[in-house]
């Protein structure tokens, strides 16, 4: 009984693996079409779309540095900040440290588009419209790192950090050198669903940014109308390329991170 369970389950596994593999192979073969129609096998190859791609729309790969750029700043900042404002949370006692963390979770579940408004006004009043830091500052405060992060420090004992503080080191030294080695995959969670979150970003550049020249890859993609098969499905291959390598390295940190903090 328990044998034809499992063969069900890897039936089912590897039907569900193939609906999830397939639009990637499908896009993947029809970067080499030189046709005029999509199809799961192109009936005329060739590297026409990667001509295209870099050498007569340049603007590709300015659009693939503007979301490199955002994407690492913001993952930069959103660490430093969520592993300081996580630490606080698992750490110190507040006064009404329990509402500011139930405020975090409500904003956690919220969708990005109900702030959308009121970060345009109070960006507008910084005079930060139109500049790479409007979509980047926003991005840094997550509710969801500092949730995440307080609830890996959590996982810790709190052994290590008597242990460190006997040993003469500060709540900084203690966070740097002893909490964050000990929830490193929870970090390297933060990292990987963070660098997805902010490379597929769409709505925040449409909003804060002016200039096209500035947009990222994700608004390159959703804005493209060319006829040219090979040129739009080797820019989406080229776009997810950095997230499947993320994801084929830092896996088995992914599960690790998410479990460790019992989420």
Same mark, same amino acid.
């Given at each position: ?20 593999? +397939? ?26 779309? +990667? ?41 110190? =006692? ?16 919220? #969708? ?40 890996? +420090?959590?996982?810790? #004992? ?22 964050? #080695? ?79 903090? =019992?989420?």
């Amino acid at each position: 009984m328990k044998k034809k369970t499992n063969i069900i389950a890897i039936i089912v596994l590897s039907i569900l693996a193939i609906i999830t593999i +397939f639009p990637l192979v499908y896009t993947f073969l029809n970067a080499f079409n030189t046709g005029s129609a999509y199809g799961l096998i192109p009936k005329e190859w060739g590297i026409r779309g +990667f001509y295209e791609t870099f050498v007569r729309r340049p603007d590709y790969l300015i659009k693939f540095w503007n979301s490199l750029f955002i994407a690492i700043c913001i993952i930069t900042g959103q660490l430093l900040v969520s592993c300081l404002a996580g630490y606080g949370f698992s750490r110190f =006692k507040f006064p009404g440290k329990n509402i500011l963390f139930y405020l975090i979770i409500i904003l956690m579940m919220m #969708p990005y588009q109900v702030t959308l408004v009121s970060n345009y006004a109070i960006l507008e009043r910084l005079n930060l419209i139109g500049k790479e830091a409007a979509v980047i500052l926003p991005a840094i405060f997550s509710p969801f790192g500092v949730f995440l992060l307080k609830q890996a +420090f959590d996982m810790c #004992p709190t052994e290590f950090c008597e242990a460190a503080k006997l040993d003469g080191a500060g709540e900084v030294r203690t966070l740097f050198s002893v909490m964050i #080695p000990r929830a490193k995959a929870a970090v390297a969670s933060l990292v990987i669903l963070s660098f997805v979150d902010a490379w597929n970003m769409v709505e925040q550049p449409l909003v804060f940014l002016r200039s096209q020249y500035q947009y990222p890859l994700s608004v390159f993609l959703s804005q493209m109308n060319e006829r040219i098969i090979g040129m739009v499905c080797v820019c989406g291959i080229l776009a997810a390329l950095p997230v499947l390598l993320l994801f084929l390295f830092f896996d088995e940190d992914l599960v690790e991170g998410i479990s460790f903090t =019992k989420i």
